[in-house]
Every structure is written in structure tokens, then in C-alpha cells.
């Protein structure tokens, strides 16, 4: 059995580029993206000063994030543990981007599929070495056979001190670094000075912690940009299918309580308000996508262990229930209905919550990981359907007027206790990173204006002095409405700061 790594010594790498340059041309690699680069960092003060340099790339990771959440199985384990790519399968979900702890992957511009260092495997088929192995003027880029004890430079890295990088996320990566600086493997030890890099633009997408930032023990001199991938699309279907979840388990609940005999606000209205929001969702996926016109190969080429493709199950389920839902609405079926209320409600929690399982398989994404994620979205949904029914009450009267109101104050409450239990709770310094990203940086101002104020404090001051002076429906269905605005900003500033922290 083979079992394929590399050895990249860093006391012999001397900064000169000819791996990246010799990879752009073996795999005819667009301007802007890399799947192998060289990153600089400079240590010390003047004049006791050095520069090291580090070959970033794919880490072969025998148990690769990227495989487990790519939908269309577009990344695969090849015979000799190389994790290697099929453009023809890939829909540009960018999930492996994500998944991935090192920014090892990018979107190429051309095709528009997710593309990597792939240990050139079409060399290594040949018989031949890898283009930057052949080109390295010091032979700082060496292959192991990692299964094979009797390989010279599996010999090495056992009798030699190495370090691989983002071991605390234990995906086992097969790419070991001897003699390297140990901030140059960890992007939160390094910081962009004000004054920017050498030979590289600071831009956008270079996002940094602050310099002298605890922990911060060097300047990085030279690196590349990553995209963020995910953003306003990824934002919006959190809410939509928030939205589509919370009016149908509302409806759910107020079948269970006996009132499945109101055809409009409960057998009719629901379903046709979850059609519109999952239709939206559907949209916003589909849309996300850099190959939409492939979405279907979520079918055709599923990988099952992908929450994106257990997600897209779950999301048609829901509209088949809520298709049935409104059949049995208009037909005045309330004996359907109540058979309906229990597989509708558990869809509903299911399509509010399996984003979690989700972003769970983001590896790369420590904000994202949090436990709290699951409850915090159930916990929206009820917002959404409170709100929803809050706002119905304007155009038809419901069964209970009051129900909408006190569902949308529980969500309300239950969100802010989420919300900030996740702020208040310590964790690791990337975590750390991004909640400060989010709370004290780029977008702390959404996060507060947008995500608490307009999302929390007011919707729950307007429904607790609308149910104090019995004001009626207007001061909920204010509210709902500001609840599920606020909920997209703080959604967004929540997606956006996951992404915030350099992994390279």
C-alpha cells in the first residue's frame, strides 16, 4: 500500500518561487490563484532580524474535510492516499473551501471548479516526481511513501523534529515541515504591519489580526489572497428557510391545539408562505453555485456523508409535506392535517436546523463549529414563525391572536440567550478572532445595529408594550418584521467572521 506525503525542510527553501512558478505551469494555473505558494514571515527587531519561508498547500490529509462535504464526490482519495479532484463533477458548492483548515483550495476562474494541488498525480502515474519536487534548486520539496518504512525521506521525517500544520483540527495532514518557524504555520502568530508586504498587494481579502495583538510574534512579509466564498446568498437562505420552517411548525403547533379547522391562517396560508421561502431557498442555492446549471448532480452524483446533499433531502421532503399540507388546506381535511402536524413539525426543525451539521464539516471554519449553532438556529425559527403569524394577523384573524405574539417573544428571548451565552464563552484563539471580528471589527456594526438591536432588543421591547397596553397587532407584526431583518444581518455578520480568519 502507498501512502503518499511531503517533506518541505524550510532550512533549505530559500524564497525563490520556482515551485509555484513550475505548478502554474504544469496544471496551466490562472493569474491570482495558487495551489502551491511561498509565504514569508520576518521575526526579531532590527538589527538581530530573519525572514523564513514556508511552501503552502494542500496537506493530503488522510482524513480529508474536503471529501466528506463535497456533494458530488468531486474529491476522492486516489489508490496511493493523494486527495485528488474531478473537475467534471464538481457544481462550485465551495464547501471544501471551507471545509478545508489550510486555503488549500480555489476557485479556478476559467472553469469555475474547485481546484487544488493534486501531488500531480498524473506525473506520479509515470513514474515521474512532482513539478516543484524536479525544479527545487535545493531539494526542499521532497515525496514520502509514508507507508513504506524503508523510504529515505519517511526515514527523515521519523529521525527529524517536524510539525504539520493546524494539528488542533486532526485531519492527520501528510504534508511535514522540518525546520520551519513555528509562526509561520500558524496565521494568528503573524501580522500585516500597517506598511503592507513585499512584492504583494494588502487588500480585502488579507484579513489580519491587529499587530501587536496577543500572540502576535512576527510580520508576514509575503502571502496570497484568499476569496471568501460564502457571503449574502449563504446569509439569506439561513433566514429564508428560517422563514419557511417556523410558519409551518407554528402551524403544526396550532393543529396539535385543536384548530386545524381554520382553513385559512392554518390549512391554507402556511404552506403557500413555506412554498415561497423554500422556493427562495432553492434559488439562493442554486444561485451560490459557480456551475448552477450541474445543481442536479446533487442527485445524480450524490455523496452521501454531505450535509449538503443530506440538506437538499431534507429541504425536498419539506416541500413535498408542505405541497401536502396545502392539498389537504383547501380540501378542509382536518383529519389530513393532524396526520400531517408530527412529520411537518420534524421537517421543520430538520430544515432549520441541518445548516449546523453543515457548517460542522467546515472545518476550516472554527466559529462555525460552536455547539450552540443547532439551538440557535430552532431557536430562529420559532422568531420567524412567531413572526410570521404576527404579521398574518393584520390580514385574517387567527384562532388565537396572542399565540404569533408570545411565540415571537419566546424565540426573541431564547435567541438573546444563545446569543450571548456564544459571546460570553471562551474559545480557541481563532474563535476568539473571529468573535472579535464580529463584536469589535469589521463587522461590528451589523452585528449590534443590525443583528441585536433591530433583530432582538427592539422586536421584544414593541411585543412586551403591545401585549401591556393590549394595542393589538400592529406593535408584533412590527416587530416580526424587524426580528426577521435583524436575524439576516446578524446572520451575515456570524457567516462573513467565520470566514475572517487567515488559515494560511
Known sequence: MTRLGFLLDSESCIGCHACTVACKAEHDVPLGVNRTWV??????????????????????????????????????????????????????????????????????????????????????????????VVVCPTHAIKVADLDDPGDDTTKMIAATETMVRAPQKKTQPKVHYRGAETAALDPLRTAIAEDGMIWADTTAHHPTVEPGSDGVEGRTAYTTAHEMTWKAKVSSYLVTKAVAAGIMAMAALLV????????????????????????????????????????????????????????????????????????????????????????????????????????????????????????TLLAQAVVAGGAGYAVMELAVDGPDPLAGQWVLLGGVLATSGLVAAELLSRGTPDVEAAVAA???????????????????????????????????????????????????????????????????
Open 256 to 375: 396539535l391545539l385543536g384548530h386545524g379547522g381554520e382553513q385559512a391562517v392554518v390549512g391554507v396560508a402556511p404552506p403557500v408562505v413555506a412554498g415561497v421561502f423554500l422556493a427562495a431557498t432553492g434559488v439562493l442555492l442554486v444561485g451560490d453555485l459557480r456551475k448552477p446549471v450541474r445543481f442536479y448532480y446533487l442527485i445524480t452524483r450524490p455523496n452521501p456523508r454531505s450535509w449538503l446533499v443530506k440538506g437538499a433531502v431534507v429541504l425536498g421532503a419539506f416541500a413535498a409535506v408542505c405541497a401536502a399540507w396545502f392539498v389537504a388546506g383547501v380540501v378542509e381535511s382536518g383529519a389530513a392535517l393532524k396526520v400531517l402536524a408530527g412529520p411537518a413539525a420534524l421537517l421543520a426543525a430538520a430544515t432549520a436546523g441541518y445548516t449546523a451539521f453543515l457548517f460542522a464539516q467546515c472545518k476550516g471554519r472554527s466559529l462555525w463549529l460552536t455547539p450552540l449553532l443547532l439551538p
Open 39 to 132: 509565504k514569508y514571515i520576518e521575526t526579531g527587531a532590527f538589527p538581530d532580524t530573519g525572514r523564513h519561508f514556508s511552501v503552502m498547500r494542500c496537506n493530503h490529509c488522510d482524513d480529508a474535510p474536503c471529501i466528506s462535504i463535497c456533494p458530488t464526490n468531486a474529491l476522492f482519495r486516489a489508490d496511493n492516499g493523494v486527495v485528488d479532484f474531478d473537475d467534471a463533477n464538481c457544481i462550485g458548492c465551495k464547501g471544501c473551501m471551507n471545509a478545508c483548515p489550510y486555503d488549500a483550495i480555489y476557485i479556478n476562474p476559467v472553469t469555475n471548479t474547485a481546484n487544488k494541488c493534486n501531488f500531480c498525480n498524473h506525473r506520479i502515474e509515470q513514474g515521474l516526481e512532482p513539478s516543484c
Open 438 to 504: 464580529m463584536t469589535r471589527g469589521r463587522y461590528a456594526r451589523q452585528f449590534w445595529i443590525g443583528g441585536v438591536a433591530l433583530g432582538l432588543v427592539i422586536p421584544a421591547v414593541l411585543v412586551v408594550v403591545g401585549l401591556a397596553a393590549d394595542a393589538g397587532s400592529w406593535p408584533a407584526a412590527v416587530a416580526g418584521i424587524a426580528a426577521v431583518g435583524g436575524m439576516w444581518f446578524y446572520e451575515d455578520s456570524f457567516v462573513r467572521a467565520g470566514q475572517s480568519v487567515p488559515l494560511s
